[in-house]
């Protein structure tokens, strides 16, 4: 991180599994490549505590690291879903299993595995060893926000979504 921000603290031990550090205005996680259920929980429970302080959280996954201006970024008004999300609670983030966490976006569910720095976007919810390597997109970033979801891809371009809230979440089948 720039010298601006400060580290908030580590989960974990000696080996920084999860390392969750300030990036201007947001929480900014890096899990490394090891990351069991426990702390795909921590990770899930920063997430929804965040969201519920309307703080952004950037998730930044291995093997390719954010740079800091995106960390740091706040996502533009527009970015973040706009006014008809704004006194809304979002769905909660879970754990789809170690590594992996779900995030509901309206009409589609996001899977983000912090292990091997992926995402994938389904139309249902779906078990997540049920996905082939080819349902992946890698990622660099993501960033959640009370309202959007948006994630950095490789190539620079980014793919959103507005955020499911408590009331349009993607029920489980």
């Known amino acids: 991180m720039d ?20 990036g201007g205005a947001n929480v900014v996680i890096r899990p490394s490549s090891n990351v069991d259920r426990a702390y795909t929980t921590s990770l899930v429970e920063v997430i929804n505590a965040a969201s519920a302080t309307d703080v952004c959280v950037v ?17 533009p008004l527009a970015d973040q879903g706009g006014a008809e999300h704004r006194n809304r ?10 590594g992996v966490v779900r995030l509901d976006a309206e ?3 996001w899977l983000v595995d912090v292990n091997h720095g992926r995402f994938c976007r389904l139309e249902a919810p779906l078990d997540v060893r049920f996905l082939g390597d080819d349902a992946w997109e890698p990622v660099v970033a993501l960033c ?9 891809n490789v190539d620079g371009n980014r793919t959103s979504a507005n955020r499911a809230h408590a009331s349009s979440a993607v029920s489980p089948s």
């Not at 609670?89 to 170690?98: D, F, L, W, Y």
């Not at 959640?144 to 950095?152: C, F, G, H, N």
């Open 3 to 22: 010298r601006q921000s400060e580290s908030l603290g580590m989960i974990g031990d000696a080996d920084e599994r999860v390392v969750i550090e300030s």
């Open 59 to 75: 998730i930044d996954p291995e093997p390719i690291r954010c740079d800091d201006d995106f960390a740091a970024e706040t996502p």
């Open 89 to 98: 609670r979002p769905a909660g983030a879970e754990v789809a299993m170690a």
């Open 107 to 109: 009409g589609t569910v």
């Open 144 to 152: 959640v926000t009370p309202s959007r979801l948006i994630a950095l």
